[in-house]
Every structure is written in structure tokens, then in C-alpha cells.
């Protein structure tokens, strides 16, 4: 497999404070199926949410987005759903995501 096609994922933190709001009902149960409606048709494969220990300051969510390919991240983040996807981060935190790509070995 080519590093063309290697599975390629986005992984979306979000960093706080024991205080800062972050719902992570809505997160997995409204915000990643949105995310897997809205970007599985361009190559998004899965998504999984991890939460560090509570009432710790510093990453306070990470989500792990599985695409086919560097290509389809590209495509999902042109897509028209994209501006939805965003939008709805507003519904279960203040805090602004980061994302980073990786390749797995």
C-alpha cells in the first residue's frame, strides 16, 4: 500500500480546564454521528472519542477520525456538509478543536 492510500487519520482535541464546558453526551451521541453522516460518503471510515480523566487541566477530548485515504480528507473538508459539522461544535463546548493528520505505520 502507498502512502497515497494508506489509511490516514485526523485526530481533533480539545483543550480546557476542569471548568470548561464540554457535553460529551451530545459529543458522542449527536456530533460524531453527524460527523460519520456527513463525511462517510467522502472516505470517513470511523470515528471514536477518548476523554482523559476528569477534572485535569490540558486535553479534555480527542477524537479519532479514520479515513481511506489522504484524499478523502481532503474531499470531506471541501465538502458542502463541512460548514454543518462545524457549526454544531458551538451545541457541546466554547473551546475551539485542533486538528492533526497522521499516517499509522
Known sequence: M???TAPTLVY???QGTPGTRFDRTYYVERHLPL???AWGRYGLESVA???PAEGREGTIAICECR???A???DAAFASPQTPAVMAD???FTDVAPAQL???PL
Open 67 to 69: 479515513f481511506r485515504d
Open 101 to 103: 493528520r497522521a499516517t
Open 89 to 91: 461544535v458551538a451545541h
Open 71 to 73: 484524499a478523502a480528507i
Open 2 to 4: 502507498s502512502a497515497s
Open 12 to 14: 481533533v482535541t480539545y
Open 49 to 51: 472519542a477518548f476523554f
Open 35 to 37: 460527523v460519520m453522516q
